[in-house]
């Protein structure tokens, strides 16, 4: 009968309880992981125990990270994930307005959200690695977090704050590293005092052309409970306290 078919509601999911692990049992412990940190979890389908480290690239992200995963009770990814990376929404979605009909845009604008939202809750309750970890993080730089409360309604979010000068500096040691120590295009000479004018010219049109630090403050000041800006230099000057008043 499909009338019925149709009136058919899913059962709301329960997650099962296990026993304790036995000393020594590999078996018995990955199955405890395995239904501990169930995707389908309410309080992480909802964000309540799902939290985020971002910020600008070469700001202390993983830094902040190693520390949350000091905690017992957390479990910070640092594999970088990017469900809800700034540059994720390209072009064509920016033209769906036009493109779509509004009703076609706003599906596939929620599918997309679903999925990012699954697919980085599953990620993460297949890479935790301590049974004691009660929320799960994740670590990575530029991340919208517009998008990700509106998939995530009860997350919590860390923003790593630096000094852009610095920022600059770590970014020019980093691209040195990834391009096997060479200076060619990074500097204009062999001295780590002069970087080049084009890599400075690039990084400030970039650092001026998102508006993401004006959202940061401003969801702050409305959400403090939830979104919490942490400065590089007071991390670094006072790492216990800082860290204290994180947690």
């Not at 991340?143 to 000094?163: C, G, K, S, Y």
Request: contains cysteine; aromatic residues 10%; proline residues 4%.
């Amino acid at each position: 009968d499909l009338d019925t078919v149709l009136k058919t509601q899913p059962r709301q999911f329960e997650k099962p309880h296990f026993e304790p692990a036995e000393e020594g049992s590999e078996a018995i412990v990955e199955q405890q992981f395995r239904v501990k940190f169930h995707p389908r979890d309410r309080a992480l389908q909802n964000g309540t125990n799902v939290f985020f480290v971002t910020g600008r690239s070469r700001s202390g992200t993983t830094w902040m990270a190693h520390l949350l995963n000091s905690h017992p009770s957390l479990f910070c990814d640092t594999n970088e994930n990017s469900a809800f990376h700034q540059d994720s929404r390209v072009k064509y979605f920016e033209d769906w307005p036009r493109l779509l009909h509004p009703q076609a845009a706003e599906f596939f604008d929620r599918r997309s959200l679903d999925l990012a939202r699954n697919g980085l809750i599953a990620s993460l309750c297949s890479r935790v690695d301590k049974l004691s970890a009660e929320k799960l993080g994740d670590k990575t730089p530029r991340q919208d977090v517009h998008r990700i409360l509106t998939a995530l309604p009860n997350a919590q979010i860390i923003v790593m704050l630096r000094d852009y000068r610095d920022v600059c500096v770590s970014l020019a040691f980093h691209a040195s590293r990834a391009n096997d120590g060479a200076w060619e295009g990074f500097f204009e000479g062999p001295e780590l005092g002069t970087l080049d004018n084009q890599f400075l010219t690039d990084n400030l049109q970039n650092y001026e052309s998102h508006r993401d630090l004006e959202t940061y403050a401003a969801l702050a000041k409305q959400t403090p409970k939830q979104l919490k800006i942490v400065r590089f230099e007071d991390l670094k000057a006072d790492t216990a306290k800082t860290y204290r008043s994180m947690l």
